[in-house]
């Protein structure tokens, strides 16, 4: 009996392969690849190749800086102040992106010299950008967009002065977040040289990483992380501020980030200010939408197979739960004799 058990459980490990990771990154509409993860690719990229697509799930690791032993890079690309980015997720084997519930962050810290050869571990990171839920508390995530293979979108701040940079991506998957050690990192680095004329040479705050982050803020161990009404707190340093220049017409990146490109689904863009801090005022779109439900619910059933046997409650929206609840309850067990 026990033996049978533990059989299943090996399978279902064995299973577990796709969680995500940045596989191509547009900069003003050029096109930058990087190396799948744990392959022999090691023709020069911008993208910094990670062992492979399963999370980070301790902050104070080394992990947590890079990816999973992220490797150096050798390229960069050239950016400028207000230049945009598109950075492209996939699940790992032709998946998409499988998480939901998360917001997403970004970060810059000077290399002070060639990023080829910098270790980030001891560098200042500031933050660039914090997304949330663009309609507002009951929103659905921007996480959500890249389901459909919709890319996460920053800006290059304005004012930023010129120089080689780490540029650490970040997705925080919240979908085990009601337990401690349950939420996930998934930060990716790409090197980019800042060029223009940019003032700004040392951005604050800034926080290293590791360090930015404890297993206990309230953004990454929240129980009540698919309440109606949850009020989402970033982890990390506040959005560094930067100066405003060149008529993009913000004074901090935070309502500098231009609107994504609009993803084929829900959920909806953002569209004022304020909407990437996640605390947005608007009411978009409805999370608990049938619509919504049932796309996650077909993504878990197609997914279901591969991906994530460890999470026991991976992709199961606030609703879906309801849902379970609701019927487990109505539930009248037959009697038995
Ligand atoms: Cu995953």
């Known amino acids: 009996m026990k033996f049978a058990t533990s059989l299943v459980l090996a399978s279902a490990v064995s299973l577990a392969t796709a969680h995500g990771f940045v596989k191509r990154i547009t900069i003003d509409g050029k096109s930058y690849g990087g190396p799948e993860p744990g392959s022999d690719d090691n023709s020069p990229s911008i993208i910094r190749k990670i062992q492979d697509t399963n999370p980070v799930k301790d ?8 990816g999973r032993n ?16 598109q950075l492209f997720w996939d699940g790992g084997d032709g998946t998409p992106w499988p998480h939901e519930a998360g917001p997403i962050l970004n970060y810059m810290a000077n290399c002070n010299g060639d990023c080829a050869n910098f270790d980030p571990a001891t560098a200042n990171f500031f933050k660039i950008s914090e997304q949330g839920r663009p309609g507002g508390e009951n929103g659905p995530w921007f996480l959500a967009n890249l389901l459909t293979g919709a890319p996460a979108n920053l800006t290059i701040p304005n004012d930023l002065a010129p120089g080689n940079y780490i540029l650490r991506h970040e997705l925080l998957a919240l979908h085990l977040a009601e337990k401690e050690g349950g939420a996930e990192y998934y930060p990716s680095c790409s090197q980019v040289t800042v060029q223009g004329k940019g003032s700004n040479a040392a951005p604050t705050p800034t926080a290293k990483f590791p360090g930015a982050y404890s297993p206990t803020d309230p953004g990454i161990l929240n129980k009540h992380v698919f309440d109606d009404g949850f009020q989402y707190k970033f982890p990390g340093p506040p ?8 008529g993009i017409g913000s004074s901090n990146s935070t309502s500098s980030v231009p609107a994504p490109r609009p993803a084929p689904t829900q959920p909806s863009q953002p ?3 304020g909407n990437q801090s996640g605390n947005g005022n608007g009411r978009g779109g409805d999370p608990d939408s049938e619509e919504n439900s049932r796309r996650s619910c077909r993504l878990k059933k197609a997914e279901g197979k591969s991906h994530d046997k460890r999470d026991g409650q991976d992709h199961v929206t606030p609703r879906m739960r309801r849902v379970a609840k609701k019927r487990s309850s109505e539930f009248t067990p037959p009697t038995q004799n």
């Open 59 to 66: 902050p104070s690791s080394a992990e947590i800086t890079c």
């Open 70 to 85: 992220a490797q150096k890079a050798q390229l960069s690309a050239p950016v400028r102040p207000g230049s945009q980015l």
């Open 239 to 246: 959005v560094a501020q930067f100066a405003t220049q060149g």
């Open 271 to 273: 569209s004022g200010p």
